[in-house]
Nanobody, 120 residues
Framework: QVHLVESGGGLVQPGGSLRLSCAAS????????MGWYRQAPGKQRELVAAITSGGSTNYADSVKGRFTISRDNAKNTEYLQMNSLKPEDTAVYYC??????????????WGQGTQVTVSS
């Protein structure tokens, strides 16, 4: 079993910055794709950013140029640096990992979610 723990959410003023972290522990052979999703009240969950095992990234148009996703494979951890935050970035942010087994199977795991609130 794999367990993901998120940290770094909170309340920030518009224009401010936050850095989210998500660390995985448990039975891990390797981690393929990693990503961050968010869900605002009354809205569907949406992809914010993703990073492959090779380091390729993609971002939602709404966060391009402001957010940066990164990963530390040695620590089984991913990060989301969020700059120039806007009130519309307010949401619960979820991390996700695609974990591979030695037999070649892949499983999706999700973090518990961390609240990000952008407000003055």
């Amino acid at each position: 079993q794999v367990h993901l723990v998120e940290s770094g959410g909170g309340l920030v003023q518009p224009g401010g910055s936050l850095r989210l972290s998500c660390a995985a522990s448990g039975s891990i052979f390797s981690i393929n794709d990693m990503g961050w999703y968010r869900q605002a009240p009354g809205k569907q969950r949406e992809l914010v950013a993703a990073i492959t095992s090779g380091g390729s990234t993609n971002y939602a148009d709404s966060v391009k140029g402001r957010f940066t996703i990164s990963r530390d494979n040695a620590k089984n951890t991913e990060y989301l640096q969020m700059n120039s935050l806007k009130p519309e970035d307010t949401a619960v942010y979820y991390c996700t990992f695609v974990v591979a087994t030695s037999e070649g199977y892949e499983y999706d795991y999700w973090g518990q979610g961390t609240q990000v609130t952008v407000s003055s």
